[in-house]
């Protein structure tokens, strides 16, 4: 079964920044758009961004979109979250997780249209 692994997580000062990875197993997923949500505590997941198959198009939550930006490499499998100017309220587990169809065109941000789903990475704001 393909799999999702995150990394890039840890703690970090307020005002700080952060560069989350996803490592995707297989490269059939280069075919799917791919997307990060987060859970903190007592939350529902949030969705923050999604990248289309090509890296062309792209979508996010307006809370993030100046301070969030994702990115992909299909040769090496990879999608990336760069975080900046991070706060508090940014604890919390970060997901990557890939679109359960293949070129899909909906810019859906709800969890359950996302198929597979990497373990979380803990991201900490301090102060």
């Known amino acids: 079964q393909v799999q999702l692994q995150e990394s890039g997580g840890g703690l970090v000062q307020a005002g700080g920044s952060l560069r989350l990875s996803c490592a995707a197993s297989?490269?059939?997923?280069?075919?799917?758009?791919m997307a990060w949500f987060r859970q903190a505590p007592g939350k529902e997941r949030e969705f923050l961004a999604a990248?289309?198959?090509?890296?062309?198009?792209?979508y996010s939550a307006g809370s993030v979109k100046d301070r969030f930006t994702i990115s992909r490499d299909n040769n090496e499998n990879m999608v990336y979250l760069q975080m900046n100017s991070l706060k508090p309220e940014d604890t919390a587990i970060y997901y990557c997780?890939?679109?359960?169809?293949?070129?899909?065109?909906?810019?859906?941000?709800?969890?359950?249209?996302?198929?597979?789903w990497g373990m979380g990475t803990q991201v900490t704001v301090s102060s």
């Open positions: 297989d490269r059939i997923l280069s075919r799917y758009t």
């Open positions: 997780a890939s679109h359960r169809y293949m070129e899909d065109y909906s810019q859906t941000t709800r969890p359950a249209d996302f198929g597979v």
């Open positions: 990248i289309s198959w090509t890296g062309i198009n792209k």
